[in-house]
């Protein structure tokens, strides 16, 4: 038992190993509320004013391997790293009441970004998925 306890132990920490090494900075910034974000380049995080988003919960934000802010969302809209509406940024129709109505993903080794938002049709209390390629 002792040396299956071991050999758990063992592959834990070796599949751990690669993900310590390839962490980035896509999390840096956090944009949610009204207006509020955190910067966690520092500790404690800084205190951030100047988005320009307003959400109940389920926003997102993405910054590059660099800690670079690229972008948030908050289901429904997209701000770039200004705080100005992207071009594309519109109509994801994600439900501002879900915990979790917005969600990016970065396509590897490639500058694309996939937003995934989910809406609630309350009439038939069936869950919808809208994907934009940001």
């Not at 207006?35 to 926003?59: I, K, R, V, Y």
């Amino acid at each position: 038992m002792k040396r299956i306890n071991n050999l758990l132990l063992l592959f834990l920490i070796v599949l751990s190993l690669p993900s310590s090494f390839a962490q980035t900075l896509e999390g840096r910034y956090w944009y949610f509320g009204n207006q509020a974000g955190l910067d966690f380049n520092s500790s404690p995080p800084t205190a951030l004013t100047n988005g320009a988003m307003s959400a109940f919960e389920g926003c997102a934000t993405i910054s590059d391997v660099n800690g670079v802010l690229q972008f948030y969302t908050n289901g429904n809209m997209v701000w770039d790293k200004t705080h100005t509406p992207m071009p594309s940024g519109s109509g994801l129709n994600g439900d501002g009441t879900a915990t979790q109505t917005a969600i990016i993903v970065p396509k590897p080794a490639t500058l694309v970004h996939i937003i995934f938002s989910r809406w609630i049709r309350m009439a038939v209390l069936a869950d919808f998925v809208t994907a934009k390629w940001i």
